[in-house]
């Protein structure tokens, strides 16, 4: 009986382990992808904002020069 409730309490302790190691490599895994996320989101806003800025500062040198133009006539 005794060598039955050692085996049981492996067998148990060797279940729990794996459980473990499959939650923490799950957890891992969705730590990576939202961190892969965060870093693509923060890419794409970073070149949106870049973006916005080059065609104000086009838009504020266009509207500069009519300004000029219209100032030199």
Do not use: E, F, P
């Not at 957890?27 to 870049?50: F, L």
């Amino acid at each position: 009986m005794a060598s039955d409730v050692t085996r049981v309490s492996t067998t148990m302790a060797s279940g729990v382990a794996r459980a473990n190691a499959i939650m923490a490599s799950g957890i891992t895994r969705v730590s990576t992808t939202m961190a892969s996320g965060v870093a693509r989101a923060s890419a794409i806003m970073a070149s949106g904002i870049a973006r916005a800025s080059a065609t104000m500062a086009s838009d504020v040198t266009r509207a500069s020069a009519t300004m000029a133009s219209d100032v030199a006539r």
